[in-house]
């Protein structure tokens, strides 16, 4: 054997042994994620359910931002707890917190800081990423029901449309003058890297009991 072979499958074993190595790093990676997003939502359901029980929960129409009950909350300054997101009809269930920040997006859904809080009058929007928290919504339908339970107060919504738009669409945050609740994540569902479109879900308050009219 040349010279110039043994190099040549010297450098394939070691390139070999790279990517292993660098398989193992992203699978390890990923595992960690997963972990710490589970564990994350396990400690933020515990504090929901311990600060409901010290608030003696009762109906009302505002909530104020988790500044006022944070502190019964006792999770990271970048996870602050702001309710908890359901769409029974696709399985999501889900923690929302204040803001946008990386680690605030990996272990549960963000509330997007400038809008308001569940209860407040405008356009409530919520972002979460496409391959994990939100990866459910794929399979939303219009009059779907989602709730949003705060500490004090559940408030109902059903889905009224979906739609597909460029990352730059800020109109989507704004509140066109009714009040609604907005989910944003990336789009395509399957794509790989980062996604070039948004997929946007829009939901009108509604009755616990309220059914969808037939269209």
């Known amino acids: 054997m040349t010279s110039g072979r043994i190099h040549f499958r010297r450098g394939l074993f070691w390139l070999e042994g790279a990517l292993w190595i660098a398989g193992c790093c992203a699978l390890g990676y990923c595992a ?3 972990v710490d ?3 994350t939502q396990a400690k933020l ?13 009762t109906t009302q129409s505002t909530v104020s931002p988790p500044a006022d009950y944070s502190d019964k ?3 990271e300054p970048e996870t602050r707890l702001a309710a908890r997101l359901e769409i029974p009809q696709i399985g999501l269930s889900v923690f929302v917190l204040e803001g946008m920040r990386s680690r605030t997006l990996r272990v549960g859904v963000g509330h997007v800081p400038g809008t308001p809080w ?3 009058q405008g356009n409530v929007v919520i972002a979460g990423h496409r391959d994990t928290f939100f990866r459910p919504l794929r399979k939303i339908e219009k009059c779907d029901e989602v ?3 705060t500490p004090t107060h ?3 919504y059903r889905v009224s449309a979906f739609e597909v738009v460029d990352p730059n669409d800020v109109d989507e945050l704004t509140s066109n003058g009714k009040d609604e609740l907005t989910l944003i994540t990336c789009y395509p569902f399957y794509y790989i890297g980062p ?3 948004r997929f946007v879900v829009h939901a009108e308050p509604a009755f616990a009991s309220e059914k969808c009219p037939p269209s």
């Open 32 to 34: 960690f994620v997963a």
């Open 37 to 39: 997003a589970s564990v």
């Open 45 to 57: 359901a515990r504090s929901f359910q311990q600060t409901q029980t010290q608030s003696n929960v």
């Open 73 to 75: 909350v006792r999770v």
């Open 118 to 120: 569940p209860g407040q």
């Open 147 to 149: 709730s949003l339970e």
């Open 154 to 156: 559940t408030y109902y």
């Open 195 to 197: 996604a070039p479109k």
